[in-house]
């Protein structure tokens, strides 16, 4: 059963542009919500997070949207520049566990144009 | 550098063979992470060790897999007799428990395990 949900698999946009990613969670006991960057043959680094008592939170060029009562979630990044160019994953960690363990969504390509 | 190193980077070893991966947190994390990615995939959790104690295993975590974490420092990851199913990333994540940095995971740049 897939937990996590992310569309779309692959984004191209042009510099300068505004590259939007969505995740929609189906557990409502999941209670934060990171967005990881990952480049070819390196591990996920973290971008930023949120936790559900907020709507929205802002770091630099990265945003993130939730929306609690459509269980959905999103990562806006403006300017987007073709440093950014990678491979994007939202994920949700659950409340009820110990191991607060992160399930991941499957992945956004993104490819920022020159 | 003070981030979560794991090694190798790469094991290439035939059908049948163990491998055994090591992971290095970051010294103040109690907590260390193995996840498991395929290609064109996110990360699937496999097991949780809080301090030296194993918490929590995935279905993901067959019989012939096995980890350790003594004395609450470094981890190692076993898979014996290996199949080509098992051909992956294997990646390492740590982090510290509470406030103010709730569950940030810090991850390894992973070992790429391919069996023939």
């Known amino acids: 059963q897939q937990q996590v949900k992310q569309s779309p698999q692959s984004l191209i946009v042009q510099k300068g542009g505004i590259s939007i990613i969505n995740c929609a969670y189906e557990n409502t006991a999941f209670d934060y919500f990171p967005w990881y960057q990952q480049f070819p043959g390196k591990g996920p680094a973290l971008l930023i997070a949120?936790?559900?008592?907020?709507s929205e939170k802002k770091e630099g060029r990265f945003t993130i949207s939730f929306n609690k009562s459509a269980k959905q979630f999103s990562l806006h990044i403006m300017d987007s520049q073709p440093g950014d160019s990678a491979t994007y994953f939202c994920a949700a960690s659950i409340a009820s566990g110990s191991a607060r363990q992160l399930t991941f969504g499957s992945g956004t390509q993104l490819t920022v144009l020159p | 550098d003070t981030g979560v190193s794991q090694d190798p980077r790469h094991k290439i070893t035939k059908r049948g063979q163990n491998v055994t991966f090591r992971c290095d947190p970051i010294?103040?994390?109690?907590?260390l992470y193995w996840y498991r990615q395929t290609l064109g995939q996110g990360p699937e959790f496999l097991t949780y060790f809080q301090n030296e104690a194993q918490l929590e295993k995935s279905r993901l975590l067959s019989d012939r897999f096995s980890a350790e974490r003594p004395k609450g420092s470094f981890s190692t990851l076993e898979i014996q007799r290996t199949e080509q199913g098992d051909s992956a990333m294997y990646l390492c994540a740590s982090s510290t428990y509470g406030l103010p940095n709730y569950n940030e995971q810090f991850f390894g740049p992973g070992t790429r395990l391919t069996v023939l």
């Open positions: 010294s103040e994390h109690n907590r």
């Open positions: 949120i936790r559900p008592d907020v």
